[in-house]
DNA sequence: AGATGTGAAGCGGTTCACAGCT
DNA sequence: AGCTGTGAACCGCTTCACATCT
C-alpha cells in the first residue's frame, strides 16, 4: 500500500505519512510502497502495543460512565480497571459491570489492577484534588476532562481534554466567518 | 491585575497572555496591568460572547446523554437545544430535559431551534452519515467525536476528539519513560 | 520600579519537491 | 514508471529579551 492511499484513508498529507513512518522505521519499499502487516507490528511495537495499560477513572457523574462503557479504550488497549468516586452514595454501587470504589481505595486498586492512567472526570472544583489522589497512587500519566487547570509534578504527563473549549473554537470560527472578519481588520487596520 | 498573574491562574506564559491580548486590542496600562472588566467585555466580544450558539447532538448513546447534560456547554454559550437519533426506540424518549428527535426531523430542529453547531456522538460506522445530515440541515460548524475520519465540505468546520487517541498519547510517552527510549536509540543509533 | 508591547529567535510540525532506489 | 526517503522551505505558535511607557 503507497504513502497515498494510507494519507487518504488517514485523511492527511502523504509525505507527512512517509516521514512519519520512516522515523518508526517503518520503511517501504521504493516503487511499491508499505508492506501493511509489517507496518501494524512496527506500529504497534513504538505504541506500546502488546501489553495493555490499565485506566482508572476518577467521578463517575456523566462523563465518568461515558467513558467507563466507551469502546474505544478496550480496543486501543485501555481496559477501563477501576471507577472511583467521593461521593459515598455512589460508592459500593456496579457500573458497566464495575463496582465503584471509594477514593480511600485508590491506591489498593491501582496496586491490585496494575493501573498506570488516570482518567478525571469529576467537576472542575474536585479536579486537583482528584489528580492529586492519583499521583499519590502512583499513577504517571493523567487525561483530565474537568475544566479546569490543574498542576502535577515534573514527571507526571497531563493532558487536558476541555469540551467546552472545542466548542468555543468552533464558535469563534463562525463568528469569524459571519462578521466581517473583526480580528484581523483590526489588527490590519 | 498583571499579565503574570493572568499566566500563572490560566497555567500558561507571560508573554503569550500579552501578545494575545495584544492582537485583541484588549490592551493594559504599562507600570500597571490590566483591567479585569474591559478584558472581559473585549474578550467575550471576540468571542462570538453575547449571542449563544444552540448545538444539536447526534446520538445518544452513552456519550452523547453525558454531553447533553454537560454543565460547561451552556455556561460557555452553547445550550444544547435538540438531540437526535436514529434508533427508533430511543426516538421520542426524554434525556435530560429534551425529547428525543428522529434524523428526519433534523432539518426542522435546526430550523425551529436556530442551532449553528452539530455534535457527533454516534458510533464510529454512522460518523459520516451524521455528519452529511448536519451539513444538509445547514449547519456549518461540527464537532466530532467519533473515531473515524470524517469528510465534509470545504465551507464546514469540522474538529475532531478522538478519547482513544489522547490516551494512546499518553501509554506512548509512558512507554518511552519506562523503556530505554526505542524510537531516538534507534534514530541515534 | 514595574508592567506592557513587540521584534527576534526558537521550536515542533507540515508540506514541497526531488533525488534515488526497485 | 512509480514510490519512497528526506533536505529545505514554510507555518503558526511560543518564548526570550528588552525598549518603552506610566
Redo the contacts between chains.
Keep these: 500500500m503507497s504513502s497515498v492511499e494510507l494519507a487518504d484513508?488517514?485523511?492527511v498529507n502523504a509525505a507527512n505519512v512517509r516521514k512519519d513512518l520512516s522515523?518508526?522505521?517503518a520503511h517501504g519499499t521504493r516503487g511499491v510502497g508499505y508492506d501493511v502487516d509489517h507496518l501494524i507490528t512496527e506500529i504497534s511495537?513504538?505504541?506500546?502495543g502488546d501489553e495493555p495499560?490499565p485506566?482508572i477513572i476518577m467521578g463517575v457523574g456523566?462523563?465518568g460512565?461515558?467513558?467507563s462503557?466507551?469502546d474505544?479504550?478496550v480496543?486501543?488497549?485501555?481496559p477501563v480497571a477501576g471507577l472511583v468516586d467521593a461521593d459515598p452514595t455512589v460508592v459500593g454501587r456496579r457500573i458497566a459491570g464495575k463496582v465503584v470504589r471509594a477514593v480511600d481505595d485508590l491506591e489498593a486498586l491501582v496496586t491490585e489492577t496494575g493501573s498506570?492512567?488516570g482518567i478525571v472526570a469529576t467537576p472542575a472544583h474536585a479536579a486537583q484534588e482528584a489528580a492529586n489522589r492519583l499521583v499519590a497512587a502512583g499513577i504517571?500519566?493523567?487525561?483530565n476532562f474537568a475544566?479546569a487547570?490543574v498542576?502535577v509534578p515534573g514527571q507526571v504527563?497531563l493532558?487536558q481534554?476541555?469540551?467546552?473549549?472545542?466548542?468555543?473554537?468552533?464558535?469563534?470560527?463562525?463568528?469569524r466567518?459571519s462578521d466581517a472578519d473583526?480580528?484581523m481588520s483590526?489588527?490590519a487596520g
Aim: hydrophobic content about 45%.
Design positions: 484513508l488517514a485523511g522515523y518508526l522505521h511495537l513504538v505504541l506500546g495499560n485506566v456523566n462523563l460512565r461515558a467513558l462503557s466507551y474505544g479504550f480496543a486501543g488497549g485501555f498506570t492512567v504517571r500519566s493523567i487525561l475544566p487547570v498542576v504527563d493532558r481534554v476541555d469540551l467546552a473549549t472545542e466548542l468555543q473554537i468552533l464558535g469563534y470560527h463562525q463568528h466567518r473583526p480580528i483590526r489588527v
